[in-house]
């Protein structure tokens, strides 16, 4: 059994929605000219393959995971059925069925489709603090961090679980930051197109809202300060509910719990299938930054976060490394002996994988010195008090001043020490351990 061949010329030029028996949410796809599929990729579907009248799915290793090989038409659609070729997946039902109902978006701007913008914290200048140990510093003495700005969307519908936003017909550009359309089942960022979406499920409506979103949140980094910093009482200005990616887990949850009860907002979480009609879509944005040039109020969010999560008494160690040997990429291959020669001057070595976001606060808030190579665990250092000190480990193929910048916002010393590849090919690296003992000695440890 094959296709006909106008099936086989129609796989690349049409909309597609796929499903299967064991989930029958409908998945807006595109069968790319490449190869590639394009919108949403599951675990066995990453590119496509026509060979010999039979439409094969390919998984990302290239193995061939669905085979689609009769063509029907049901309520005058085209529609590709075709089963797993997994043997333990006993043949399996899929489904590639001419989608319906797909709307073509295309992008603007925040800024041009607002009915209204004001500045909430103007635009500044951060200096760091002086530098005292550690290798001289790459980034310069200061970082201009962008204004905050409030704007104000009307019958914005948000259309994502991460908080793609749209006005009608046109697509709210800054939306798609950080957005991981892949992991959508109605949503197509389509190069030439712009955007397609298909409405489908229930529509939700409410009347007003603050955004609280910022695509892809499971990185603990990216969840600090794409969406918890957000939640400020001077960027609400008496809107008491928000709009938010629903936690998956418990530093999300424990987080946005503790803040909607300080503030006494109430939250509507973000579904699938689902669309949330807002009359009045209130953001809170920086331009011109990739999260990466915090701005100081953002601190003010995270020390109410820290006096509540955090008591007056700490039995936390004043000296903290941070390891990450259970890191799987960038990884410091000496850290053994990084760990060995810290615990000598009085570290505790700690893994924060697996602690509770009190735990982490805790720990962070009664350390007066934190070492530790460059991950999200270093976020933490939101949650030192003042006047403390942090080491950080750089990795030349990655380098990246992001806790450098949250150290300034915070009024801590920072200082780093940057490491050396073990291979060219390759993102591990080594850190001197001369130099090491070098720098602690400036730090009087």
């Known amino acids: 059994m094959s296709l006909p061949q106008k099936a086989i010329d129609s796989l690349p030029k049409k909309i597609w929605s796929f499903n299967h028996q064991f989930d029958h949410y ?5 069968l790319d000219h490449s190869g590639k599929i394009l919108g949403y990729n599951g675990a066995n579907e990453t590119s496509w393959l026509e060979e010999g009248g039979v439409l094969y799915f390919l998984g990302p290793t290239g193995q061939r995971s669905i085979c689609f090989a009769q063509a029907v038409r049901r309520l005058g659609r085209l529609v590709l059925e075709g089963e797993f070729l997994d043997p333990n997946l006993h043949g399996a039902k899929a489904q590639l069925e ?5 709307q073509h978006l295309l992008p603007v701007s925040i800024e041009e489709i607002a009915s209204h913008r004001e500045v909430l914290k103007p635009s500044t200048v951060v200096h760091y603090p002086p530098h005292v140990f550690g290798d001289m510093s790459l980034d310069g003495n200061s970082y201009p961090a962008p204004a905050v700005q409030r704007m104000q969307l009307n019958d914005a519908r948000v259309i994502s679980r991460f908080g793609a936003v749209r006005v009608g017909s046109r697509f709210v550009e800054s939306t798609a930051f950080q957005h991981p359309f892949f992991l959508t089942h109605n949503l197509i960022e389509d190069r030439s197109e712009g955007y397609l979406h298909a409405s489908a499920g229930d529509v939700v409506s409410i009347d007003r809202a603050f955004y ?4 892809v949140y499971d990185n603990y980094y990216h969840w600090l300060l794409f969406l918890i910093a957000k939640i400020n009482p001077d960027f609400l200005l ?23 009860q300080k503030y006494d907002l109430k939250a509507v979480y973000l579904r699938d299938n689902v669309s949330l009609h807002v009359g009045e879509l209130t953001v809170a944005q920086q331009f011109g930054t990739a999260g990466l040039d915090p701005h100081p109020v953002f601190m003010e969010t995270f020390r109410d976060l820290k006096s509540a999560l955090v ?3 700490s039995l ?6 941070i390891s990450r040997s259970d890191a799987s990429e960038r990884k410091l291959v000496n850290e053994h002996e990084v760990e060995a020669l810290v615990s000598e001057r009085g570290f505790q070595v700690v893994s924060l994988q697996g602690r509770s976001l009190q735990e982490q606060a805790a720990l962070l808030h009664g350390a007066r010195v934190v070492i530790s190579p460059h991950g999200a665990g270093m976020t933490n250092v939101v949650f030192c008090q003042p006047d403390a000190k942090v080491l950080e480990f750089q990795n030349p193929a990655h380098i990246n001043w ?3 910048r949250l150290a300034a916002i915070n009024n801590l010393y920072y200082g780093f020490i940057m490491g050396s590849l073990v291979e060219e090919s390759r993102k591990e690296f080594h850190i001197d351990i001369f130099r090491l003992r070098e720098v602690l000695n400036e730090m009087d440890l």
């Open 316 to 321: 936390a160690s004043e000296r903290i490394y």
């Open 402 to 404: 992001c806790m450098k």
């Open 212 to 215: 609280v979103c910022g695509g």
């Open 311 to 313: 008591g007056p008494a």
């Open 238 to 260: 008496g809107i008491d509910t928000i709009v938010t990616s629903q936690p998956n887990t418990e530093f999300q949850r424990t987080g946005l719990e503790t803040l909607l």
């Open 98 to 102: 001419e989608a319906s109902g797909v």
């Open 26 to 30: 409908q998945k807006l796809l595109l």
